[in-house]
């Protein structure tokens, strides 16, 4: 078995119930439910991740290892969030190539969560924002997904 599916099956279902308890506070402030169906399979998934907003965008990352993020390659894909105990629904997008869209979000992403950087191999400056020429390099194996929410 994977390590990924290991801690899949074992640490997102009580993240899942404790983001959607009254006791949501104590993760809820960078951590997020998505859900969203799969795109061959069609089937219902739900997964906790680590997410920052700016207005009516949600960005989150993940490592080319993991699956989830490959629903949205066709994107935009309708999905729901929810943050806060509060379901939102939007419209997902997987971006992989370099450009500025991509280097922007991840720069936006590390600085509003800066502890998941070391998850993407991606140092920090003094001042805890991502090196530029880390996050250039993140291209080849950093995920960026944006999520415009419905207004």
């Known amino acids: ?5 290991l801690l ?6 009580p993240m899942r119930a404790l983001l959607r308890s009254p006791l949501h506070a ?19 998934f739900t997964t906790p ?6 207005g009516n965008v949600v960005r989150l990352l ?12 066709d994107g935009p894909v309708e999905v729901e ?3 806060a105990r509060e379901s939102l629904r939007g419209r997902a997008l997987a971006i992989l190539e370099d450009g500025d869209r ?12 800066p502890r998941d950087a070391v998850v993407y191999g991606i ?11 880390d996050i250039t390099s993140a291209a080849g194996h950093v995920v960026l997904v944006e999520i415009e929410l419905e207004r």
């Open 8 to 13: 899949y099956s074992t640490l997102n279902p």
């Open 49 to 54: 991740l680590s997410f920052m907003r700016e």
């Open 1 to 5: 078995m994977r390590i990924q599916s």
């Open 26 to 44: 104590i993760a809820s402030a960078n951590l997020c439910l998505l859900s969203y169906r799969g795109r061959r399979s069609g089937r219902s």
């Open 123 to 133: 140092k920090l400056d003094r001042d805890k924002r991502p090196r530029e020429e």
């Open 102 to 113: 991509f280097r922007n979000g991840v720069r936006s992403f590390l600085s509003a969560v």
């Open 62 to 73: 993940s490592s080319h290892e993991t699956r989830w993020w490959l629903n949205f390659l």
């Open 81 to 83: 969030l929810e943050i």
